[in-house]
Structures are given as C-alpha cells and as structure tokens.
T-cell receptor, first 112, second 113 residues
Framework: KAGVTQTPRYLIKTRGQQVTLSCSPI?????VSWYQQTPGQGLQFLFE???????NKGNFPGRFSGRQFSNSRSEMNVSTLELGDSALYLC???????????FGSGTRLTVV | GENVEQHPSTLSVQEGDSAVIKCTYSDSASNYFPWYKQELGKGPQLIIDIRSNVGEKKDQRIAVTLNKTAKHFSLHITETQPEDSAVYFC????????????FGKGTKLSVIP
C-alpha cells in the first residue's frame, strides 16, 4: 500500500514569490492535514481538510492556504514568501476507522 | 488552546537500558495522545497511541501510560537498541472526529552501543 506522497521533496524560492506544495494521501484516506516543522517552533498545525472542506485551521496568517480535491489529494499554497517560511512542510492523512496520522516525508522549503 | 510540554529534550542511554520520556498537557478536553518517532530525512511515524479511557498500553518494547488527573503521559522504551535512536514527539488532541494535534518540542534519543 503506497504511503503519503509529497512533492516536491525540496524547493528553493525567493522572498516575495509564492509556492504550491502537493500531497497525495493513502488510498481511501479522506482527511488530510498539513503541519509546518521548524527547529524553533517544532511541529505546528496549519489546516485539515476532509471531503474537500477545511475542517480546522491553525494560527497562521492568511498567506497560507490550502485545498482538497475530489480524489482527496491536497495542495497548500504560501503567497508572498518570507524568510521565516523556510521549514519542512508535512502532510498527513488519516482513515475514519483507525486512529492516528500517517505522515509523508515532507517538502523542505528554503526561502532566500 | 492546548499546550504540550515534553522533557527531556535530549536523552542518552546505553543499549539495553530503558528510556522514559514525559509529557504534560493543559487542556482537560484532550482525549487522544499519540507518540511519533522521526528519523533523519523522514516524516514522523506513529509508534503508539492511547485514548483517555485507558491508563496504559503496551506494544512489545514500547509502552505508554496516561494519568488524566495529573494531565501527564509518558513513553517507556525497554531494552533499547541503536535503531531506537531518533527524535520522539508526544502530542495531544481533543479529537471530536478531527486530529488537530498539538505536539511537544521533541526528545532526541541516542542509544549508545
């Protein structure tokens, strides 16, 4: 069974640009969540999508947005990139009949 | 909102010894407590979890205990092996059909052969 797939694995962007990250959940998983991981702040919740609807949102500015498609694949977008957005962005999917997330390997975003 | 404190931040043990990592949480509504292991270059991997209606759960060399009254939970790893070396995160969630997790800051465990 394929795991959670995130693309791309690495990304370098310039301040002010925007970026889109992609996540394909495990087949059959309808919930997709996004987390930002930095050395200083640790793992912080960005948002969760279920059946194409945002179910929860963390405490991040409006520059961070996401969406989910009918096949459960999800994208997150960060506009007007800042140096502080450099982080590992992790996507996780979960099944309605079993506790817990399965995380992908993440997208390492570097803003220069 | 929820706040999760985790300690220690680093832990070194000899191979074969036990390791204990402790977490406290603030929101009494939290009812789901997973533990994740993260190896270099990989995403966190769920290793064990516990719900608030259970006091202890075991899976081979790994166990988790929960004290709801004191709002703390712990991860116990027995007979540690070098492959247990990684960063471990605790987390808490109030559930209700959603897994918005609040994570601790992590514990870097080193198992010395």
């Amino acid at each position: 069974k394929a795991g959670v797939t995130q693309t791309p694995r690495y990304l370098i962007k310039t301040r002010g640009q925007q970026v889109t990250l992609s996540c394909s959940p495990i087949s059959g998983h309808r919930s997709v969540s996004w987390y930002q991981q930095t050395p200083g702040q640790g793992l912080q919740f960005l948002f969760e999508y279920f059946s194409e609807t945002q179910r929860n949102k963390g405490n991040f500015p409006g520059r961070f947005s996401g969406r989910q498609f009918s096949n459960s694949r999800s994208e997150m977008n960060v506009s007007t990139l800042e140096l502080g957005d450099s982080a590992l962005y992790l996507c996780a999917s979960s099944s309605p009949d079993r506790d817990g997330y399965t995380f992908g390997s993440g997208t390492r975003l570097t803003v220069v | 909102g929820e706040n999760v404190e985790q300690h220690p931040s680093t832990l070194s043990v000899q191979e074969g010894d036990s390791a204990v990592i402790k977490c406290t949480y603030s929101d009494s509504a939290s009812n789901y407590f997973p533990w994740y292991k993260q190896e270099l270059g990989k995403g966190p991997q769920l290793i064990i979890d516990i719900r608030s209606n259970v006091g202890e759960k075991k899976d081979q060399r790994i166990a988790v205990t929960l004290n709801k009254t004191a709002k703390h939970f712990s991860l116990h790893i027995t007979e540690t092996q070098p492959e247990d070396s990684a960063v471990y995160f605790c987390a808490a969630s109030s559930g209700a059909g959603s897994y918005q997790l609040t994570f601790g800051k992590g514990t870097k465990l080193s198992v010395i052969p």
